[in-house]
């Protein structure tokens, strides 16, 4: 079954930088593209445990900080390294909050074919 988290206002991250939260007993990082489009991820990169939401940021992918792994932010594929990661449908409520979809139990929805991540 599946769960929507508010996960507070998106002015809180800048454009272009990603966030982490603490959701279900899971690390998520949230990413503001510069386009104004948001991503949700898990929070730990699955080479070394880098954190993700400290990673390099450009269009729709995500370089990991620590050893340059890259994945594709709509899809969690993996560009450059030997996995992907879990990605979560977020959206921008009007009142401006981000709004996070996950499973009760913390995990990522079945992927579904959809743009979630516009503004």
Known sequence: ???KVNLGPLS???AGEGRTFEVAARTIAVFHGRDGRIFATQGQC???GGPLADGL???TTLIC???EWSF???SGMALQGACGIA???IEKAPD???ILEMEEDGTQPPWRVTDYTKV
Request: no cysteine.
């Open 57 to 59: 940021l450009g269009g």
């Open 96 to 98: 401006g909050t981000l």
């Open 46 to 48: 699955p080479h070394k």
């Open 65 to 67: 900080p620590l050893h």
């Open 87 to 89: 990605v979560y449908p």
């Open 1 to 3: 079954m599946k769960t």
């Open 12 to 14: 809180e991250i800048p």
């Open 72 to 74: 594709d932010l709509l």
